[in-house]
């Protein structure tokens, strides 16, 4: 493997590759270049049925285009889970307003037993859905709990093949996750649009950030461009849309527990032009166990594998802070802390106290994202 100690585009996998003992090592180190050296990774050829993202995709603009007062029967601020839709504009990411209307969705669980008054609040942080009523989008929930459970499945490899590229068993890793009957991970449907040039200051659809966690499956449903990744020296490389193919970057939570050696890199999406058609996509979130503190955990890395770390070179500044809480926290109490900045009316409702915390003025214009 040779080392690259910045890069100007991310690198692609072929799934494939894994069907062959042959072929499989080539993938092993490919994915490994792409953790401790870039960060992101296009993978072509998932496990997923093309007939399904295609039935998934189809429904956005029929989700999209409802009534605004059905989308608003769905407001996020009706959830405790943080589950449920915003409005264009209402979150905001470095103090500027993303222009992106969404609705926050997670795989099912069985949540009734997981809080009770007196224990961790951010073990409310998972629990039900709020879907569309079937008579306004017919199949939409079948469909995409179908989506969730294909990508849920792909996330679960694929976290023992980080595991095994970054030379630990392909068990290194489960020490941070319950059973799976435990563990809800999160997804959003989104669309990034600008309504008119003279109605919003703001071209951002989401402004710079990491993600939390340990992986990222982003599909990027709509031919628009837009995501940017930044690289070692803070310049801005596209990640142009790839019909079938995921967008996966590494998290903050791997980083920290991988002592930097995998790599969360910086990233933002640009909305497209006022005028054009909306940008959409599908980010699915793989989370940890909520109780974990990665702090806690030590991983032994082959040093071969170590020194790869320091011959990336040092990073520059990057447009992106957040997520600094993992180095003492449990994994449910950032993610908490980080909804509640995004997401003030949610926690003014339902998690009064914490918005005391992070809101000793009252309620904002705007939340702010991470």
């Not at 990774?41 to 029929?62: F, G, K, N, Q, T």
């Not at 908490?336 to 214009?365: C, W």
Request: proline share 9%; no cysteine; hydrophobic share 35%.
């Amino acid at each position: 493997m040779t080392t690259v100690a910045n890069f100007t585009s991310i690198p692609t996998l072929n799934y494939d590759l894994l069907a062959s003992p042959d072929t499989r090592p080539s993938f092993i180190q490919q994915l490994q270049d792409a953790l401790i050296n870039v960060g992101f990774l296009y993978l072509e050829h998932p496990p997923i049925p093309a007939s399904l993202i295609d039935e998934v995709v189809a429904y956005l603009p029929r989700l999209f285009a409802l009534p605004q007062e059905r989308k608003d029967a769905l407001r996020m601020a009706n959830s405790p889970h943080f589950l449920g839709y915003s409005r264009l504009g209402v979150e905001r990411t470095k103090g500027v307003a993303d222009q992106r209307e969404q609705f926050d969705l997670a795989t099912p669980l069985d949540a009734d037993d997981r809080w009770t008054p007196g224990k961790p609040e951010y073990l409310r942080l998972w629990g039900p859905s709020q879907w569309p009523e079937e008579e306004d989008v017919p199949g939409f929930k079948t469909a995409f709990v179908r989506y969730l459970a294909a990508v849920e499945n792909l996330s679960h490899e694929f976290v023992q093949l980080v595991a095994e590229s970054l030379g630990l068993a392909p068990d290194g890793l489960a020490r941070f996750f319950d059973a799976r009957e435990r563990m809800q991970h999160r997804s959003k449907v989104q669309s990034s649009s600008i309504p008119t040039r003279d109605e919003v200051a703001s071209e951002q659809g989401v402004g710079p950030h990491f993600d939390a966690g340990f992986l990222t499956f982003l599909l990027q449903a709509s031919d628009h461009p837009g995501l940017q990744v930044q690289n070692l020296s803070g310049q801005w490389i596209d990640v142009p849309p790839r019909p079938y193919t995921f967008v996966i970057n590494f998290g903050k939570g791997l980083e920290s527990v991988t002592q930097g050696l995998a790599r969360a890199t910086s990233h933002r999406v640009l909305a497209p032009l006022a005028g054009t058609s909306p940008r959409y996509s599908i980010p699915f979130f793989q989370n940890i166990a909520q109780d974990v503190r990665l702090s806690e955990h030590v991983l032994e890395f082959p040093p071969e594998v170590l020194k790869l770390k320091g011959q990336r070179g040092k990073l520059g500044q990057t447009d992106s802070v957040n997520f600094s809480e993992y180095d003492s926290l449990p994994s449910g109490q950032v993610s908490l802390i980080n909804r509640v900045k995004s997401h003030p009316d949610v926690a003014e409702k339902h998690y009064p106290d914490l918005f005391k915390q992070f809101f000793p003025y009252g309620m904002p214009t705007h939340g702010t994202a991470y």
